[in-house]
């Protein structure tokens, strides 16, 4: 990689400036109105007043697959990518609790080719992943709303020609004012943590360049420049022993796990402002800190990383902390209960709903005198007992 290069996994801070000069931009029309609800600035979902009912908040989530995306036009499988599309956004909902979908609007950018060739499939992965988050005895089903598709062959890319397509995913909800959780843990209050299936959604540009060597990015990448970041030692069908039977590709692409449906199912059984999720999402651990003030988050008893996380570490070299920052290494997500028979009675509801796995995962503790920004601390983890720390958001 040449000096005047940028590694395009090093994303974050492009994001910050890009974040800080559009709402820069938003301030010059004082006219635009905002009903947001300042307390949950920052968190997973903004919540803003609704004029027409004035009871509840609407609920906005927006977000598209990512990288990932890349893998449907590697395999052809076009089904797949759809329901991480869903999980990033209904995944967000999740950590209200009492939140219910309302609508779903969709804008596809695509290649002709896709667009004439893999329409079908891309809808039905779309339909796969709305069923999986439909709430038993929800208020009402969800809607769905605008669809929307452009050929943009010039534009949309995925390495390999005709193959592009691009997904933004706009969710709504509502979310009664009642109802919403109160953000505010307490020492001793024990952390619920919940499986993931792999990767997720995140941190694929890194993945992609440490996993795919460069011989197999000469049929991956048309273009030269994003080409040379490619450096790994695997073709996509290889089957390195870590992953235990599977190849990278398979691996790579396993859906996002959903998380919604059990956390509505939560909040029907419980009914507990003080109940509230973490989508442990970008940033990894980090996510524990943007709720509640002047406590901790100790995680003591972590799940165990995938394959697919052992193997990045290892072709990586990233240390824990990294491995942590950039991944979800085997937790996907994860509750705040205000007491034990409440958690464990949630444990025992995700478990045998069958879906993901759950189990008490640490608890909310204090910070030090010393300490002025919110901490969360992995007890254990791949490399031993040392614990790390995440510091702020």
């Known amino acids: 990689m040449t ?14 400036k890009a974040i800080a000069d559009g709402k820069a931009a938003f301030k010059r029309a004082e006219w635009l109105a905002d009903r947001a609800f300042e ?22 989530l927006v977000d598209g697959n990512g990288t990932k995306l890349f893998l449907s036009a590697w395999s052809d499988d076009y089904r797949q990518g ?4 869903i999980a990033m956004n209904a995944n967000d909902m999740a950590t209200l609790i009492h939140t219910f979908p ?45 669809i929307e598709t452009a050929s943009l062959d010039e534009m949309i890319s ?20 009642d109802k919403v959780p109160n953000l505010d843990p307490k020492p ?15 941190g694929y540009t890194g993945a992609r360049h440490v996993l795919i060597s460069p011989e197999q990015a000469e049929s991956l990448e048309s273009n030269p420049e994003w080409r040379k970041q490619y450096r790994g030692r695997f073709s996509l069908h290889d089957r390195p022993d870590i992953l235990e039977g599977k190849t990278v590709l398979e691996a790579m692409q396993i859906p996002t796990a959903l998380y919604l449906v059990e ?3 939560m909040g029907q059984k419980f009914d507990d402002r003080d109940i509230y999720g973490v989508n442990i999402t970008g940033n990894g651990l980090h996510n524990f800190n943007r709720a509640g003030q002047g406590v901790s988050f100790e995680i003591t008893d972590p799940f165990d990383p995938h394959p697919i996380h052992m193997l990045l570490v290892q072709e990586s070299g990233w240390d824990v902390e990294k491995s942590y920052r950039k991944q979800n290494m085997g937790m996907g997500f994860a509750y705040v209960f205000p007491d034990l028979e409440t958690a464990e009675e949630a444990v025992n509801l995700i478990n045998e709903r069958g879906e993901n796995t759950a189990k008490i995962a640490g608890e909310v503790g204090n910070l030090k005198k010393s300490e002025d ?6 007890h254990k983890h791949y490399e031993g007992n040392e614990p790390v720390d995440f510091v702020g958001y």
């Open 263 to 265: 956390a509505a199912m």
């Open 102 to 146: 309302s609508s779903i609007n969709i804008y596809m950018a695509c290649q002709t080719w896709v667009e004439e060739n893999k329409m079908g499939e891309i809808m039905n992965g779309f339909v796969d992943g709305l069923e999986k988050i439909r709430v038993p005895h929800a208020p009402w089903n969800i809607n769905k709303g605008k």
């Open 188 to 202: 001793g209050q024990p952390i619920v943590g919940v499986s993931s299936t792999g990767l997720h959604s995140n």
């Open 373 to 378: 920004e919110m901490r969360t601390t992995l």
């Open 82 to 85: 759809p329901i991480d599309g």
């Open 3 to 16: 000096d005047d290069m940028k590694d395009t996994a090093d994303y974050e801070a492009s994001e910050e």
């Open 39 to 60: 307390k949950f600035e920052g968190f997973f979902a903004e919540l803003r007043d609704c004029p027409v009912s004035p009871d509840h908040y609407e609920v906005f």
């Open 158 to 177: 995925l390495g390999i020609p005709n193959k592009g397509v691009d997904f933004g995913i706009v969710m709504t909800g509502y979310i009664a004012k």
